[in-house]
């Protein structure tokens, strides 16, 4: 993970907390792995930002669910 080492150094030198967020893009493709991702992040309370393609979703999957 080559690319990330710029951030990781910069998070390393920080004397005070960095703030920082995920955001998952076109959500409603491959819904079997963006559940488990999501359940790992509710399990450790990390908030997430998700961009759904509303087209793209699963017919059938209820997202009120992960709310």
């Given amino acids: 993970?080559?690319?990330l080492e710029p951030?990781?150094?910069v998070v390393e030198r920080a004397t005070v907390p960095v703030d920082?967020?995920?955001r998952i893009?076109?959500?409603g493709w491959e819904d079997d792995r963006l559940f488990?991702?999501?359940d790992l992040?509710?399990?450790r309370?990390?908030?997430i930002d998700l961009a759904v393609i509303p087209q793209a979703l699963?017919?059938?999957v209820n997202t009120d669910k992960r709310s």
């Fill in 7 to 9: 951030l990781r150094q």
């Fill in 1 to 3: 993970m080559g690319w």
């Fill in 36 to 38: 488990p991702l999501l």
């Fill in 45 to 47: 309370a990390v908030p």
């Fill in 58 to 60: 699963t017919p059938g």
């Fill in 41 to 43: 992040f509710e399990q």
């Fill in 25 to 27: 893009d076109d959500v």
């Fill in 20 to 22: 920082f967020f995920f």
